[in-house]
């Protein structure tokens, strides 16, 4: 008979601990949950006044517009990325981008 009481109060206290547990996570995921609504709210991110600095897609292009030896296909790539310069597609200057991979290529070809 004393087996089976010191049974339930050892099976009350798991049960217990386990609840004691579960409350603890719970309002601590509130906690981090209310503080992080509260530092989104203070930090405004402004996408608008960030300047891209490279170009990959021209960089790209140009690359394997040198790399390319037919000229049909050279010549297509050019005159597409000439068109995309002129709807200004771009954001750094194709010109000088085109002489800068130019001159750094025909310099490590030497």
């Keep these: 008979m004393l087996n089976k009481i010191f ?10 601990t386990w609840i004691a547990a579960t409350l603890i996570i719970i309002v601590l995921l509130g906690i981090s949950i209310y ?5 989104s ?3 405004i991110i402004d996408y608008e006044t960030e300047e891209r600095t490279q170009d990959i897609i021209m ?14 296909v050279q010549s297509k790539i050019f005159k597409s990325l000439e068109k995309m310069n002129q709807e200004e597609k771009f954001y750094e200057d194709f010109n000088s981008k085109f002489q800068q991979i130019k001159f750094n290529l025909e310099k490590n070809e030497k």
């Design 7 to 16: 049974n339930k109060r050892g099976q009350a206290s798991e049960s217990m």
């Design 59 to 72: 960089e790209e292009s140009l690359f394997s517009y040198f790399s390319i030896k037919d000229s049909d």
């Design 35 to 39: 503080a992080a609504s509260l530092l």
């Design 41 to 43: 709210k203070l930090k």
